[in-house]
């Protein structure tokens, strides 16, 4: 596992859009457009198998650049703490990998 980590600690992957608007047409809200920000449009769990690694994650339908991010971090699942974190960094060459090391605050 990764340093620091151990049986219980997971590496989780969101995938965030930055921003969205949503047009509301029934309801309480009819005729309003609601903002939001940093939407997890998906998250996938990867095993830590040692210190390095990759993971291929599918990114959703529209995903750009300028408009999403994809954020790492480690996780123990007994007891929830977020041990480590990390954004990658994103070219618009994403299909070559993006990478973003991730440090234990252990």
């Given at each position: 596992n990764a340093e620091g980590t151990d049986k219980n600690?997971?590496?989780l992957i969101a995938v965030l859009q930055k921003n969205a608007q949503t047009k509301v047409e029934r309801g309480e809200n009819s005729g309003?457009?609601?903002?939001?920000?940093?939407?997890?449009?998906?998250?996938q769990k990867a095993a830590?198998?040692?210190?390095?690694?990759?993971?291929?994650?599918?990114?959703p339908r529209g995903f750009d650049t300028q408009g999403w991010e994809i954020i790492g971090f480690l996780q123990n699942t007994a007891?929830?703490?977020?041990?480590?974190?990390?954004?990658a960094t994103l070219s618009n060459e994403v299909?070559?990998?993006?990478?973003?090391a991730i440090k234990n605050s252990k």
């Open positions: 600690t997971v590496l309003r457009i609601l903002s939001h920000v940093q939407i997890v449009r998906k998250l830590l198998n040692g210190n390095n690694g990759s993971v291929n994650v599918a990114l007891n929830g703490a977020i041990t480590g974190a990390a954004r299909s070559a990998g993006a990478s973003a």
